[in-house]
């Protein structure tokens, strides 16, 4: 059984998309479309798409997408790995539906594909709008994080809108919007963040430690005094120093990935324990 998301036809392009008859049973299997292939044999039937989910089908959900949920007894499964193939959705699930009785289970519920940092980003800063696309304070189905015993946030001066804070922060005199801040994020005065996925340290560093950075010339783990970021991902324990500007100045901006961070669709990565130093423009 192969779970399946229904989409639009611009939507197929980035996914693997199921075609079934009209009980389910998948019939053929096609792995991220280009726009100008056709593909309306692979339409949802309405009679499969009434009877799972008891709606129409539209244009906005005519295409079954593989959700990449897949269930198996154990005798199948040993039988379908016993070769050297790697990737379920490009080579696996294609070769065995010719030979198999596979069938798709329909579910319209919140489910993202963030297989790309377009994706990822977009998906995540979503959960920190005023009515997101998926519902952590749903008390019928409650989310549980990790435990981490920290203490809560520390908020000092701060204008903090649309936006999540991790336990154990300590933010300063901070401009903060539609943004997610991680655990035990060190922001300074005057720093200013849109659009930024922060995910926190995974420690707090001593002041002994501080003083050494001091003498090194690099930054503390954290955001920097008067640094200004917009549209950035900034992974774990990076240190970004003062006066910093990030994805602010209308410059031009190569995509790839550099020594210490990468740009990919317009957004700006900065890796674990990249080191950005005081004034960086980037």
Same mark, same amino acid.
């Given at each position: 059984?192969i779970a ?8 197929a #392009? +980035? ?7 009209d009980?389910?049973i ?5 792995e991220k ?8 044999s692979?339409?949802? +039937? ?9 709606v ?10 593989s959700?990449?949920?897949? *269930? ?8 379908? !790995?016993?070769?050297k193939k ?17 069938a798709?289970?329909l579910?319209d519920?919140?489910w &993202?594909d963030?297989?790309?940092?377009k ?9 920190a709008s ?8 749903d008390?019928?189905?409650? *989310?549980?994080?990790h ?9 000092n ?7 999540? #804070?991790? &336990? ?7 401009y903060?919007?539609?943004?997610? =801040?991680?655990v035990?994020?060190? =922001?300074?005065?005057?720093a200013? !963040? ?8 995974s420690? /707090?560093e001593?002041?002994? &430690? ?7 010339g ?6 920097g005094?008067?640094t200004? =970021?917009?549209?950035?991902? =900034? ?8 006066g910093?500007? *990030?994805?602010?100045d209308d410059?031009?901006r190569?995509e790839?990935?550099?020594?210490? /961070?990468?740009i990919?669709?317009g957004?700006?990565?900065?890796n ?8 960086t423009?980037?």
């Open positions: 059984t399946a998301k229904p989409i639009s036809r611009a939507q #392009t +980035g996914l693997g998309i199921i075609g079934c008859d009980k389910g998948i019939t053929s299997f096609i479309p280009a726009p100008d292939v056709d593909i309306t692979y339409k949802v +039937g309405p009679k499969f798409m009434k009877e799972s989910l008891g129409s089908v539209t244009r906005e959900n005519e295409y079954l997408a959700m990449g949920i897949y *269930i198996f007894n154990s005798k199948t499964m040993e039988e379908v !790995l016993d070769n790697t990737d379920f959705g490009k080579e696996i699930i294609p070769q065995e539906i010719s030979k198999r009785r596979a798709a289970y579910f519920g919140f &993202e963030i297989g790309t940092v994706a990822f980003y977009e998906t995540n800063l979503d959960l005023i009515n997101p696309m998926f519902n952590f304070y008390e019928e189905m409650p *989310i549980y994080t435990r981490r015993h920290l203490p809560a946030t520390k908020i001066f701060c204008n903090i809108s649309n936006s999540l #804070t991790s &336990e154990g922060s300590i933010i300063t005199n901070a903060i919007v539609n943004s997610i =801040i991680g035990r994020t060190l =922001i300074e005065s005057g200013s !963040l849109d659009g930024v996925y922060c995910m926190g340290a420690r /707090y001593t002041d002994e &430690e501080k003083e050494q950075n001091a003498k090194k690099i930054p503390n783990i954290g955001i005094r008067g200004i =970021i917009r549209k950035a991902i =900034i992974d774990q324990n990076a240190r970004i120093g003062d910093c500007r *990030i994805g602010i410059i031009p190569q790839g990935d550099f020594p210490m /961070y990468s990919h669709d957004i700006i990565v900065i674990k324990n990249a080191v950005i130093k005081n004034g423009v980037m």
